[in-house]
């Protein structure tokens, strides 16, 4: 069958939006083609292209972005248990590294080996999700279960199945709190969290810590953002101003992906207490030290490994224990996939913007007297967003829709 479809494509520092037409690819072997339902836009895919994140790959390749995404199987490479056509997936990111010096023997995907650069990328090292059509190893695919689509279906009918793409973003917030109980060796207790930063990785952290049954307060320098997480998170939280307050926290989970971030949660953590480094730094953070000089922030985030300190403040000495990672445990994915099916009414909030396509130049806004945003010269909207567009005073959480398949979308 003759399609027409959009993919988006990296090359040599530029972005673009390529239509393609004629026959679909077919799977390899032990892959499955998938027609993309949803694909979600991460701060790093935007840090990527405004060269404040680092990548490995080849720069003259030319890449398709994205890894986050929940797909449709629309053909099998061959036959593969747990898989048919009509599946819905979600795709985990990481692929291990097969080649080189950095071979990763890990039987399965876990933050250590990603910390190391054990694993590829998809989005920057390999092909990502950015497209309608994707073909991706079954061995990155997890399949969305009958129940949990019911169970989104009841909780965002107008989403639906579209929300699993906060999957993998789910995934990784999960597992800082997996890699916290490994290094206290025991069950992280109820607290007091500070979350700095409230984007969507942000709300993901207060929803988990809300859970746990910790006080949660939220800050960010963008003081509309810091009270619309509050809203999606249904006033369970409170919001807290460094500049006026004076408190202390247990834990202060840094999602934000500044040096100045990282110093807020120094500032206010307790004695005893951790600061977790959630979000890589920016290019011109990437040298920065704690207030001793004693460590580089960034190799803490990296690299999945605790490190315990005495931080002379002004007013005392106190000891932190400093932890952080990047990516995920790959054996939490169907935890994090029922994450998100029990909390989409949430998570639907949060998704304050729909691109209706690849090739689209608006954002339909899905706020309460919400304004739609169309790009000036009607250029691709997902392009000014990659490219650094700053919409963090408008919205949270911006989804791609590629896939209306049945008019189940009406954006």
């Not at 500044?258 to 500032?267: D, R, V």
Request: hydrophobic share 40%; with cysteine.
């Amino acid at each position: 069958m003759l399609h027409q479809r959009f993919e988006v494509q990296r090359h040599l520092g530029q972005l673009y939006v390529a239509r393609q037409s004629g026959l679909l690819p077919s799977p390899c072997p032990g892959e499955a083609l998938l027609h993309m339902v949803a694909c979600g836009i991460c701060g790093a895919d935007i840090r990527v292209n405004t060269g404040n994140k680092s990548i490995s790959g080849d720069p003259a390749r030319y890449i398709t972005p994205g890894h986050e995404g929940i797909g449709r199987i629309v053909a099998l490479g061959n036959n593969i248990p747990g898989l048919q056509p009509g599946d819905y997936v979600v795709i985990l990111p990481h692929i291990h590294n097969s080649t080189g010096a950095t071979q990763c023997t890990a039987p399965r995907i876990h933050p250590g080996c990603i910390g190391r650069g054990h694993t590829l990328h998809m989005g920057w090292d390999i092909d990502g999700c950015f497209a309608d059509f994707v073909a991706v190893p079954a061995t990155n695919l997890v399949r969305v279960s009958e129940t949990h689509l019911r169970t989104v279906a009841s909780q965002t009918p107008e989403l639906r199945e579209a929300i699993f793409a906060l999957v993998e973003p789910m995934l990784c917030t999960l597992s800082a709190y997996e890699l916290i109980q490994m290094h206290l060796q025991r069950d992280l207790p109820p607290g007091r969290a500070l979350v700095v930063g409230c984007g969507p990785i942000g709300i993901l952290h207060a929803l988990t810590l809300l859970e746990r049954g910790f006080e949660v307060w939220l800050t960010d320098t963008f003081q509309k953002r810091a009270k619309l997480a509050q809203w999606c998170l249904g006033n369970r939280t409170r919001i807290f101003d460094p500049t006026t307050q004076n408190m202390t926290f247990d834990l202060a989970m840094v999602t934000a992906s500044s040096a100045e971030a990282i110093k807020t949660g120094e500032s206010f953590v307790s004695n005893g207490g951790i600061v977790y480094l959630f979000a890589g730094l920016n290019t011109p953070d990437r040298t920065k030290m704690d207030s001793e000089n004693i460590f580089f922030y960034e190799p803490v985030h990296r690299k999945a490994c605790g490190l315990l300190t005495i931080s002379h403040t002004t007013h005392e000495s106190k000891s932190v224990l400093y932890l952080g990672h990047s990516g995920y445990f790959e054996d939490l994915a169907s935890v994090a996939i029922a994450a998100v099916a029990a909390n989409a009414a949430t998570l639907d909030l949060a998704v304050t913007g729909i691109i209706p396509g690849f090739a689209e130049a608006r954002i339909v806004s899905r706020l309460p007297g919400g304004v739609d945003w169309v790009t000036e010269d009607g250029s691709p909207a997902i392009l000014s967003v990659l490219k650094g567009t700053d919409l963090r005073e408008r919205h949270c959480k911006l989804l791609v829709l590629p896939c209306a398949e049945n008019g189940l979308y009406t954006f």
